[in-house]
């Protein structure tokens, strides 16, 4: 189920290099590094030209990082160090460093050992939240291999069959990339939905789909206000659960981070934990021949007949790709609501906000 946004939930599109600049200035002033300032722009703004703004993943989050810089639960220009190390694997200790940064180093760290031995895995403790998973992912597509990336966080998702939360959206990204045009870019949460596009919904009086999530007694509802309490409900019923299960194993247990009912509860602490994998498709076959069979496919993938004429098979990223061009070229949609908070919170931090 897909909602538009409305001409009316606009304050108005902000050319992309004002909102750069801006984002840049604001994160200097909240104490980012020069280094940490590049990457945490790059991912807010290319979460900006990929999501709804009912998702939250663009500046949106500067509340949050005020927040957590604020109370101590981010710590700009940490001091991340490499705790364990090995020809195809490492372990990043992000010391409550940003995420957007933490998994950016951790992907680098994937691809400059896969590019040597075919396949590498970062975990990345102690972390806060990292963006968009898929942001991470297509990092490693740039450099022509292939990225996986995947993050526990805050419990949100019940185990299946219960209806008390355990386990978080745990997102996922996977990119592919492709010769002479943009990867194939995957890019999920575990659950339906994530609560703030029922909030979104919520604030726009519209009801969500049943499959959604629960109320907090385990009842179905398409009334997103009588469920924000509730479990969101997996991907694929009890096979998104246990992938969530999966998930937090090998991003929280195995990386040292907090998991479960754990992580992501105190703001003063999110401790989360990422992984980060890089694959090069040379490691088992010539170039030329991984780019002639990977074409082979998405020609098949995309010629199969639309059930729907004017809703042709498209292609996992193909959506975002095509919305970051248009945005790019007319302007990024932000809310009335986030307009009005962010001139609020720039005042605060003393920066010239000009929204």
């Not at 300032?37 to 663009?58: E, F, K, N, R, Y």
């Not at 179905?220 to 694929?236: Q, S």
Request: hydrophobic share 45%.
């Amino acid at each position: 189920m897909a909602y538009d946004i409305d001409k009316e939930d606009l304050i108005t599109l902000y050319p992309l290099e004002t909102l750069q600049k801006f984002a840049s200035d604001f994160l200097l002033a909240l104490g980012a590094s020069e280094e940490e300032t590049a990457i945490l722009v790059d991912g807010l703004m290319t979460a900006s030209l990929w999501w709804h703004p009912g998702q939250g993943q663009g500046l949106e989050k500067f509340f949050r990082f005020h927040m957590q810089v604020t109370n101590g639960g981010i710590v700009p220009n940490a001091n991340m160090t490499w705790v364990k190390e090995g020809p195809s694997y490492a372990l990043l200790d992000a010391a409550k460093g940003f995420g957007y940064v933490s998994g950016h180093r951790a992907m680098a760290k994937a691809v400059e050992k896969a590019k040597v031995t075919g396949i590498a895995m970062v975990g990345v403790r102690h972390s806060n939240h990292f963006g968009i998973a898929g942001y991470h992912a297509l990092h490693a597509a740039k450099k022509g291999l292939i990225g996986w990336s995947f993050t526990n966080a805050k419990a949100e998702m019940a185990p299946w069959g219960s209806a008390q939360v355990v386990l978080g959206t745990n997102p996922w990204g996977i990119a592919i990339p492709r010769k002479d045009t943009h990867a194939i870019v995957l890019d999920m949460a575990l659950t339906m939905s994530g609560k703030g596009m029922m909030r979104w919904l919520m604030n726009e009086g519209r009801p969500m789909p049943e499959s959604w999530a629960l109320t907090p007694d385990g009842q179905t509802t398409t009334d997103p206000a009588a469920a924000m309490l509730g479990p969101l409900l997996p991907i694929g019923e009890y096979k998104g659960y246990g992938l969530s299960l999966i998930t937090d194993v090998l991003a929280g247990v195995m990386t040292g981070s907090l998991f479960g009912m754990s992580v992501f509860q105190d703001d003063t602490n999110h401790d989360v934990g990422h992984v980060m994998m890089a694959i090069n498709p040379t490691a088992f076959m010539d170039q030329a021949d991984y780019d002639t069979r990977l074409e082979q496919l998405v020609a098949e993938v995309k010629g199969a007949p639309a059930i729907d004429p004017k809703r042709p098979v498209i292609l996992p990223g193909e959506v975002e790709f095509q919305r970051m061009g248009e945005r790019e070229a007319n302007g990024v949609p932000l809310s009335r609501e986030t307009v009005e908070k962010l001139r609020a919170l720039s005042a605060e931090v003393n920066v010239n906000c000009p929204l």
